[in-house]
């Protein structure tokens, strides 16, 4: 590919990121307005646009959409709302701790975006509740899902990636990278309740009134419950064990939603407009444009670049993998940058026999932290953002950036030091 085409395919991507995080225009039409635009200048034909769009990602998304949606007419959310809220005593420091370690632990066995689909609803079952802003509650959600998904094999892409290709196995992961993962969940969280230390007051008749609250009188549909628990189960195990089971979880997901939705009574067209399609299409436009950058060779480019200026030194290289993997993850989507530094790693071992061992924990941690810096960093974000935009609360990229990506670089910052003392001292 000519170096026109990168040129064109670099400014497409920023005119539209530009625009998107200008919040003029709504981001769903720009992505795919922008997607559109390298179609017509002939960056990439149809075909192979369409090839880059993650459907597995889509799938996974639309399925649990609708599982949820189901849950949702249960009540188990509003029960899970009180329960949770009763044991932390209405008290909105300790919900927030309690959310967090919820979402972190569950996403280090789920996808992200599984868990984020699971927990919203929850989080806006007690905010409401306790006459609560959701939205710092949400900023935590989303940290900690991409924070505790990147503890194990499975809880993140890149690290399914990287597993795949070097053969590290769930215990791999599990010791190497759970340790890192706790100090900087405790240190994050603790963070969280300093911000936002004047926000989390609740009238002392709100918390009360939440202790007065009978969980079992929100299940308006127990035989319906049932149904959506033992699904759930069953799909959530399908995650769990997709890997010897040989199914994608975007066929375990949408497994779980055709057969939940067989066996509900409820009409298709319902439950269809509870889908999230903003989020749905959002994501294939910005699949494409990241795409763009792919096929031209502008993302292997940067990382190729990156390595070359290390001078084989393996400290600056593991340094300059964590922190380039951190900010381009960011702003742009961590998969086709891990796809793109997987080989240009192993190349590394090959030429000059350098262990690199501790360059794929260098690449997870930059990859899955690095997603919490920007609201469009990683799918659980996007995935949040929509949901909570669609209930009336808006979180926009500057007032998430100003909150959200300090405290990413804290996270990248732990990681370095735990690299350096650990794996290069």
């Known amino acids: 590919m000519n170096?026109?085409?990168?040129?064109?395919?670099?400014?497409?991507?920023?005119?539209?990121?530009?625009?998107?995080?200008?919040?003029?225009?709504?981001?769903?039409?720009?992505?795919?307005?922008?997607?559109?635009?390298?179609?017509?200048?002939?960056?990439?034909?149809?075909?192979?646009?369409?090839?880059?769009?993650?459907?597995?990602?889509?799938?996974?998304?639309?399925?649990?959409?609708?599982?949820?949606?189901?849950?949702m007419r249960t009540g188990m959310f509003?029960?899970?709302?009180?329960k949770l809220a009763k044991r932390a005593q209405g008290n909105p420091v300790r919900i927030m701790?309690?959310?967090?370690?919820?979402?972190?632990?569950?996403?280090?066995?789920?996808?992200?975006?599984?868990?984020?689909?699971?927990?919203?609803?929850?989080?806006?079952?007690?905010?409401?509740?306790?006459?609560?802003?959701p939205v710092p509650f949400l900023i935590s959600e989303i940290m900690?899902?991409?924070?505790?998904?990147?503890?194990?094999?499975?809880?993140?892409?890149?690290?399914?990636?990287?597993?795949?290709?070097?053969?590290?196995?769930?215990?791999?992961?599990?010791i190497n990278l759970t340790p890192v993962i706790i100090i900087i969940g405790f240190v994050t969280n603790w963070l969280f309740l300093w911000l936002y230390r004047k926000e989390l007051v609740v009238d002392p008749a709100a918390q009360q009134g939440i202790m007065q609250l009978d969980e079992e009188s929100y299940l308006t549909d127990k035989a319906l419950l049932r149904k959506v628990l033992i699904i759930l189960t069953l799909t959530i195990?399908?995650?769990?064990?997709?890997?010897?089971?040989?199914?994608?979880?975007a066929t375990i997901a949408m497994g779980g939603a055709a057969i939940l939705l067989l066996i509900s009574g409820i009409e298709p067209e319902e439950i269809f407009r509870d889908v999230e399609w903003n989020t749905i299409f959002f994501f294939i436009g910005l699949f494409i444009l990241v795409g763009g950058l792919e096929v031209t060779g502008v993302i292997r480019m940067i990382?190729?670049?990156?390595?070359?200026?290390?001078?084989s030194d393996v400290l600056l290289m593991n340094v300059l993998i964590l922190w380039l993997s951190a900010i381009a993850s960011a702003f742009i989507d961590n998969i086709?940058?891990?796809?793109?530094?997987?080989?240009?790693?192993?190349?590394?071992?090959?030429?000059?026999?350098?262990?690199?061992?501790?360059?794929?924990?260098?690449?997870?941690?930059?990859?899955?932290?690095?997603?919490?810096?920007?609201?469009?960093?990683?799918?659980?974000?996007?995935?949040?953002?929509?949901?909570?935009?669609?209930?009336?609360?808006?979180?926009?990229?500057?007032?998430?950036?100003?909150i959200a990506f300090p405290l990413m670089l804290v996270s990248i910052i732990i990681s370095n030091i735990y690299i350096y003392f650990v794996y290069l001292r």
Request: charged share 10%.
């Open 3 to 71: 170096g026109q085409m990168a040129l064109m395919a670099v400014i497409v991507f920023v005119a539209t990121y530009g625009i998107i995080v200008s919040e003029k225009i709504h981001r769903t039409k720009i992505a795919l307005v922008g997607a559109l635009v390298l179609l017509l200048v002939k960056i990439m034909p149809q075909e192979e646009a369409i090839a880059k769009v993650d459907f597995n990602t889509l799938g996974l998304l639309i399925g649990m959409m609708i599982i949820v949606a189901i849950a």
């Open 97 to 133: 701790s309690v959310f967090f370690a919820f979402t972190a632990v569950t996403s280090a066995f789920l996808d992200n975006v599984t868990t984020v689909l699971l927990v919203t609803p929850i989080i806006f079952s007690i905010t409401g509740i306790l006459k609560i802003n």
């Open 336 to 402: 086709p940058f891990v796809a793109t530094m997987i080989p240009l790693i192993k190349a590394v071992n090959q030429i000059s026999g350098i262990d690199v061992s501790s360059m794929w924990w260098a690449l997870s941690l930059g990859a899955c932290l690095g997603g919490n810096g920007t609201i469009i960093g990683a799918s659980a974000n996007v995935v949040v953002s929509s949901i909570a935009a669609s209930r009336g609360y808006p979180m926009t990229f500057v007032s998430y950036l100003r």
């Open 303 to 311: 990382a190729e670049w990156g390595l070359a200026i290390t001078h």
């Open 78 to 82: 509003q029960y899970m709302a009180v």
């Open 237 to 249: 195990g399908g995650f769990v064990a997709h890997g010897p089971l040989g199914f994608e979880s």
């Open 144 to 174: 900690a899902s991409n924070i505790g998904g990147t503890a194990t094999l499975i809880g993140d892409p890149p690290n399914i990636m990287i597993g795949g290709a070097t053969g590290l196995t769930f215990n791999d992961f599990l």
